[in-house]
């Protein structure tokens, strides 16, 4: 009686999902944004996930632009050491697998691509020259890339031309130009739609351990995997337009803080936005001598803000930040190169272009309205100004600002003791623009 009981079980087993031998369970993962190490860490926990799970397949619906060539080749060894097929989606519509993207799409086991989607486009970039232009790769770089991408299709019986001339034509194909010219394998809508067309197709390249494999996503169980918080925010901020603004925006924090002395909120979110878009361009990669200028123009900024030249230094900042802009993604961050498509760089022009206006726009009117404000000053009369009690904002010590008549005054302690902020003072002589005071109630 117990023998049957068990055998009963055994066979009852046999049909609850999960508990069969596996092959049964397809994993979808996400991967957009540039390529980074971040992303070859996250592609790594993808693949880990659906090998612990026996799974018949991975699919990765992927949408990039390119990033970084070590990271790329990276994730291209990861899939053919896996033991799981890897199945490249370029999806949603609208979608693009270009550069880098395209390296990995060519290296998996197969590949599809949504409709309204492209792939190619992987000539290397040297970034920004100069003058502004896109600097290309020397030929000596190009055909090492074309080489390695050539390679890649020959290995899965996929178009050899057509793979060179993503590099050195900088050549982009549709889904319907793909699939006809032995680039890809599937054109998709959706999931569901890749499962049924892409089901008894064979591996274009060897699975690990296993060999040539033949697809069966028939009854299968189709489950999403979530990427990690810190792969988001990695690839926000390794956006290189994203990072670039976060950079100027929290360097013009900066300034801001310089110009409202008390308040502490400018600089404070100046400083987290600065942080935050140097640890971008770190993902991204940057020219040093670019970082240094646009640091240099900020700067002349601050400059400009604490001793006004009435236009000479905001002229000097405006020029360096600009071309400091534009080198400062110049030589693929330490001598390497980008494997992005070019109108990723068309991107980041416009939004050095756009931050130059903002800043040429605020420093014009802010340092105007400092000039209105020094003109009137002297208006106020010094026997008007001698008696009165103002506040500190910034500490004297013995030289500080201090608060009268709702102005902001440059302020000398009599006796060059040290006023600390928020104490009350008494102005009892006027020399220029300067303020000399004294602790109220009498001296110190």
Same mark, same amino acid.
């Given at each position: ?28 993962? @996400?991967?957009?944004?540039? =390529? @980074? ?20 397949? &991975?699919? =990765? ?95 899965? +019986? ?9 590099? /050195?034509?900088?050549?982009? &194909? ?39 494999? @033949? ?44 110009? /409202?002395? +008390? ?32 640091? $240099? ?11 006004? /030249?009435?236009?000479?230094?905001? &002229?000097? +900042? ?34 050095? =272009? ?30 008007? $100004? ?13 030289? +500080? ?44």
């Amino acid at each position: 009686m117990k023998r049957a009981v068990l055998v009963m079980l055994f066979v009852l087993m046999l049909f609850i999902p999960g508990v069969s031998a596996g092959g049964n369970v397809v994993y979808v993962g @996400t991967i957009e944004g540039t =390529i @980074t190490q971040y992303t070859a860490d996250q592609f790594a926990s993808y693949i880990k996930t659906a090998e612990e799970n026996n799974a018949e397949a &991975l699919i =990765i619906e992927l949408n990039t632009p390119g990033g970084q060539g070590d990271a790329m080749m990276r994730i291209v060894s990861m899939i053919q050491d896996s033991t799981v097929p890897v199945i490249i989606y370029v999806y949603p519509r609208g979608a693009i697998a270009a550069s880098a993207g395209t390296y990995i799409a060519m290296g998996s086991h197969l590949i599809a691509m949504a409709p309204g989607t492209s792939i190619g486009a992987c000539e290397p970039i040297l970034g920004y020259a100069p003058n502004g232009t896109i600097a290309r790769a020397p030929e000596k770089i190009r055909n090492f890339y074309a080489a390695y991408l050539r390679s890649l299709a020959e290995g899965s +019986g996929r178009n050899v031309t057509a793979a060179e001339k993503f590099v /050195t034509e900088d050549l982009s &194909l549709t889904p319907e130009e793909a699939l006809k010219a032995n680039v890809i394998e599937v054109i998709a809508n959706d999931v569901p739609d890749l499962l049924r067309k892409a089901n008894g197709m064979r591996t274009k390249i060897p699975v690990a351990g296993k060999g040539y494999v @033949t697809l069966n996503f028939t009854d299968v169980e189709v489950r999403e995997l979530s990427p990690s918080l810190s792969y988001r925010i990695v690839t926000f901020l390794a956006n290189p337009a994203v990072s670039y603004l976060l950079f100027t925006v929290g360097m013009l924090g900066l300034v801001f803080g310089f110009l /409202t002395p +008390g308040w502490h909120v400018p600089e404070t979110l100046g400083a987290i936005l600065l942080v935050l878009g140097v640890i971008g361009m770190g993902y991204f990669g940057y020219n040093e001598a670019g970082l240094v200028l646009v640091i $240099l123009g900020m700067v002349f900024f601050i400059a400009e803000a604490l001793t006004p /030249t009435f236009g000479l230094f905001t &002229l000097a +900042g405006l020029v360096s930040f600009v071309l400091g802009g534009l080198i400062l993604f110049g030589k693929g961050g330490s001598g390497g190169v980008y494997l992005v498509e070019s109108s990723t760089f068309e991107t980041l022009r416009i939004a050095i =272009i756009v931050m130059g206006v903002l800043l040429a726009l605020f420093f014009l009117f802010g340092m105007a309205a400092v000039v209105r404000a020094h003109r009137r000053k002297p208006e106020t009369g010094r026997e008007e $100004l001698i008696g009165e009690i103002g506040t500190v904002v910034e500490g004297l010590s013995p030289e +500080g600002l201090i608060k009268v008549r709702g102005e902001l005054w440059k302020a000398v302690s009599k006796d060059g003791s040290t006023v600390k902020v928020g104490e009350k003072v008494k102005v009892v002589d006027v020399k220029g623009l300067t303020l000399i005071v004294e602790k109220a109630g009498g001296g110190s």
